[in-house]
C-alpha cells in the first residue's frame, strides 16, 4: 500500500519515501506497490533471474581451486514486469535489479525454514514511480527534474539529490528570485544556488530553511567521492516537498491575514 504523507496540511504534497526504501532491498517479498495510473489495485510482479558470470566464475575458481571447499552462494541479475492487474488500466513497469543469498539488516542468509531464500535490491523501473505529487502552479520543468531523480534514485542517490538540487533552482526561478547580481568591482556575476535561496528566504523564510537543507544534500551528491545513503537522499527529498509545500499552499496567506485580523481585533467576532 503507498502511504501518502502530508507533510504539513493545506495542498497536502505527496511524498512516499517508505516504498523507495523498501525497493532498495534487499527483500524477499515483494513490496505491494499501488499502481500510479489508476490507484486501484496493486501491482503484480513477474520476475526472471539469472547467475551473473561474476558468480558463476567465482563458484567455479573456488572448486578448482579446493575441491573440498564450501561451494559460495550465487547471486546475480532479475528483470521483470510490474502489471496493474485491471483490465481498464493494463500500467506496466519493466524492473531490473540484483538478487543474493544474503538478505535482510544483518545480511541473514536464508532462513531456518528456507536456507536459499533470495533477497532482491531494486536498481530501476521504467517508467519511473511519481517521487513527488507535485501541486498545481508549480512549473513545468519541475515535473521534468523530479521524474529525472526518481529514474535515478535507486540506482544513484548522488545523482538523484543533484537533480534535485537543479529542481531547487527551477524553483527559485518560478518564483522570480534573480540569477544575477552586480558585485563591487561593478561586473555582472552570476548568484550560487546559496545566495538565490539567501534571497528566497526574505520571501518566505521556512520554506527557504527546507531549500537549505536540501541545497546541502545535493552539495554532498555533486561533490563527495563516496556514493551518498539512500536514506539521505530521501531526507533531502522530503525538505524539498516540505518547501513545495510551504511554497504553493493557497491557504498559507489567507491564514496569514486571518490571524493579523483576528489580533487586530483582539478576538472579537466580525462585525456582519
Known amino acids: 500500500m503507498v ?5 504539513g496540511g493545506g495542498v497536502g504534497i505527496s511524498f512516499d519515501r517508505t516504498k523507495f526504501e523498501k525497493l532498495a532491498g534487499p527483500f524477499n517479498e515483494w513490496p505491494s506497490l499501488l499502481c500510479p495510473q489508476c490507484g486501484e ?3 503484480e510482479q513477474k520476475i526472471e ?3 551473473s558470470f561474476a558468480s558463476l566464475e567465482l563458484r567455479e575458481t573456488a572448486a578448482s581451486v579446493d575441491q573440498d571447499a564450501e561451494e559460495s552462494d550465487p547471486f ?3 528483470y521483470g514486469e510490474l502489471k496493474c492487474p485491471r483490465l481498464p ?10 538478487w ?20 532482491y535490491s531494486v536498481r530501476h523501473i521504467l517508467p519511473e514511480l511519481p517521487l513527488i505529487e507535485l501541486p498545481q502552479g508549480a512549473p513545468e520543468d519541475l515535473h521534468a527534474t523530479i521524474a529525472s531523480a526518481s529514474r535515478v534514485l535507486l540506482s544513484d542517490p548522488n545523482a538523484a539529490a543533484n537533480r534535485i538540487r537543479s529542481a531547487i533552482e527551477c524553483l527559485l526561478t518560478h518564483k522570480r528570485v534573480k540569477k544575477f547580481a552586480i558585485n ?6 552570476r548568484l550560487s544556488t546559496h545566495d538565490r535561496i539567501e534571497l528566497f528566504k526574505q520571501m518566505n523564510e521556512p520554506a527557504g530553511v527546507q531549500l537549505m537543507a536540501m541545497k546541502w544534500i545535493g552539495n554532498a551528491g555533486s561533490h563527495e567521492s563516496e556514493a551518498i545513503p539512500l536514506d539521505h537522499a530521501l531526507n533531502g527529498i522530503e525538505h ?3 518547501a513545495l509545500e510551504l511554497v504553493y499552499d493557497p491557504r498559507e496567506r489567507e491564514l496569514q491575514k486571518r490571524a493579523a485580523q483576528i489580533i487586530k481585533a483582539k478576538g472579537k467576532a466580525p462585525r456582519s
Open 3 to 7: 502511504t501518502r504523507t502530508n507533510l
Open 41 to 43: 489495485i496493486t501491482l
Open 49 to 51: 533471474r539469472f547467475e
Open 76 to 78: 546475480g541479475f532479475f
Open 89 to 98: 488500466c493494463g500500467n506496466r513497469h519493466i524492473v531490473v535489479g540484483e
Open 100 to 119: 543474493s543469498l544474503d538478505w535482510g539488516p544483518s545480511s541473514i542468509k536464508g532462513s531456518e525454514d528456507d536456507p536459499y531464500l533470495v533477497g
Open 184 to 189: 563591487k568591482k561593478g561586473k555582472r556575476v
Open 240 to 242: 524539498f516537498a516540505r
